[in-house]
């Protein structure tokens, strides 16, 4: 693990990254910001096919999802962004619903459904700004992404500073609901998003995110998300747990050459009474981190561009345990993606990797995995 640690902080002071650094919601603003009033539309969606190496049922072939983006300006201070999103063709879910007011060029009061401002995937998650046919396992296992909450609070930028900010008080992710307990070990907050769903709100929880952008090419963050879980039986202490998440990212970009890398902890309290409540394995400790390279095989003056990456993940769900839960070592899990994302315009990808998946249980067998994918942004 020393190891793996002095190769990240290696690869972070080297420094290399090539992605458009851009949201679908901060899209969708600059676009209004152009218009005296009136309605912004645009979309994304990806199309995957993913074929496990040795597995005894056939690839799988998905419209993964599709999604919808609208904003609609009152005035020049007031504007409504919302995301409706299509997964697997058949399940409907609001991604985003917020009310954006600008008080100054720098402050921006925001309430409704947003995005945790939390590592970079969560935000930044259209199939063009990331390498990989498949998000990060990272953004999944430890972030739950596509995580979003219940919230209001500020966002804007110190241009004097070079600094963007964001902090929200939000809503979080459900540990109990229906008399049944929903977080576990191998998942840790995954099960227990709510989408903006009838959202359960029995606490209050803080989210901030800084970044810095004073040097050319680079962008540095750090995130935090602190408070409870939320549960629908507050009369019972079992039924609820601690969070406090930590993260540290970068990317960075310099001719041909592209790199980002993320760093994300997380500390459970309260883990062994609501494991025992609900006879469930959830770890007092997640971790993880990746790093990840690329370089354009293209000429940087041509339109389209040839990414051909490699990322490295290693990530714990299972980081510690309380009590006398056992780590599980299988959810101490890494995993080696190769591939290339060739972008035929401006919003327009095809993808390609195999990855290379395993874990710490000894004597496991690594399983490889091959993805293509089509990705739109516009």
């Given at each position: 693990m020393r190891f793996l640690t002095y190769t990240f902080l290696f690869i972070f002071t080297q420094v290399m990254f090539a992605q458009q650094d851009f949201n679908s919601a901060q899209t969708q603003l600059d676009n209004l910001s152009n218009q005296s009033s009136g309605l912004s539309i645009g979309g994304y969606a990806e199309i995957t096919y993913n074929n496990v190496n040795g597995s005894e049922t056939a690839a799988e072939l998905d419209v993964q999802r599709l999604v919808m983006?609208?904003?609609?300006?009152?005035?020049?201070?007031?504007?409504?962004?919302?995301?409706?999103?299509?997964?697997?063709?058949?399940?409907?879910?609001v991604e985003q619903a917020f009310l954006n007011y600008s008080i100054s060029d720098g402050v921006n009061l925001r309430g409704g459904l947003m995005l945790v401002p939390m590592g970079i995937i969560n935000e930044y998650h259209e199939p063009t700004t990331f390498n990989g046919v498949e998000r990060p396992s990272l953004d999944g296992e430890v972030v739950p992404t596509t995580w979003r909450e219940i919230g209001f609070g500020v966002s804007g930028r110190l241009n004097s500073a070079s600094v963007r900010y964001q902090a929200y008080l939000m809503t979080g992710s459900a540990s109990h609901l229906n008399d049944a307990y929903v977080l576990r070990g191998s998942d840790g907050l995954r099960k227990g998003r709510q989408k903006g769903a009838r959202s359960v709100g029995s606490d209050v929880n803080f989210a901030a995110k800084v970044e810095y952008y004073g040097i050319p090419g680079l962008k540095l963050d750090a995130s935090a998300y602190l408070g409870n879980t939320q549960t629908d039986r507050p009369d019972l202490d079992?039924?609820?747990?601690?969070?406090?998440?930590?993260?540290?990212?970068?990317?960075?970009?310099?001719?041909?050459?592209?790199?980002?890398?993320?760093?994300?902890?997380?500390t459970l309290?309260?883990?062994?009474?609501?494991?025992?409540?609900?006879?469930?394995?959830?770890?007092?400790?997640?971790?993880?981190?990746?790093v990840e390279g690329a370089y354009n095989l293209l000429p940087v003056n041509?339109?389209?561009?040839?990414?051909?990456?490699?990322?490295?993940?290693?990530?714990?769900?299972?980081?510690?345990?309380?009590?006398?839960?056992?780590?599980?070592?299988?959810?101490?899990?890494?995993?080696?993606?190769?591939?290339?994302?060739?972008?035929?315009?401006?919003?327009a990808v095809f993808k390609a990797d195999y990855q290379s998946k395993g874990n710490a249980v000894e004597g496991a067998d690594r399983v490889g995995q091959f993805n293509m994918g089509i990705g739109v942004f516009f």
């Open positions: 983006l609208f904003a609609y300006k009152f005035d020049d201070r007031t504007q409504f962004v919302t995301e409706i999103e299509y997964e697997h063709v058949q399940e409907v879910f079992s039924t609820q747990v601690g969070l406090s998440m930590f993260g540290l990212d970068y990317r960075y970009t310099r001719g041909r050459f592209s790199s980002r890398g993320q760093y994300i902890t997380s309290s309260d883990t062994e009474e609501y494991n025992t409540a609900g006879n469930s394995d959830l770890g007092s400790a997640m971790q993880g981190f990746y041509k339109k389209q561009k040839l990414d051909a990456f490699v990322r490295y993940e290693n990530f714990d769900t299972h980081a510690d345990t309380a009590g006398s839960l056992a780590v599980n070592d299988a959810y101490h899990r890494d995993e080696f993606t190769y591939g290339f994302s060739y972008h035929l315009a401006n919003g």
